[in-house]
């Protein structure tokens, strides 16, 4: 079992910034990889970036390479998206997910977090 507990999100205006955490924990989540993925309202869930916990390899969806940073913290036992340059399209419902191998898909990834509101204002 993977428990995942996020945190950051809000209320930014076209052109800033913020950084969505999620914090693991359980007993094998070392052996698993990080994904954030997103769900805009009427729309499919939207894969975002992931990062595998051993060695920190990194898949980002193409559209939003350069613009959004996946990174993680050891000590913390926490993954951090980096999200730069936000437009109105990022509006949407952030999660973070496990699974047990790095994939660009979300049905890839088994444990969720309870997901966190990222609405940009234009």
């Known amino acids: 079992q993977v428990q995942l507990v996020q945190s950051g999100g809000g209320l930014v205006q076209a052109g800033g910034s913020l950084r969505l955490s999620c914090a693991a924990s359980g007993r094998t989540f070392s052996s698993y990889s990080i994904a954030w993925i997103r769900q805009a309202p009427g729309k499919e869930r939207e894969f975002v970036a992931a990062?595998?916990?051993?060695?920190?390899?990194?898949v980002y969806a193409d559209s939003l390479k350069g613009r959004f940073t996946i990174s993680k913290d050891n000590a913390k036992n926490t993954v951090y998206l980096q999200m730069n340059s936000l437009e109105p399209e990022d509006t949407a419902v952030y999660y973070c997910a496990a699974g047990p191998r790095l994939r660009s898909y979300d049905s890839a990834y088994d444990y969720w977090g309870q997901g966190t509101q990222v609405t940009v204002s234009s």
């Open positions: 990062i595998r916990w051993s060695g920190g390899a990194t």
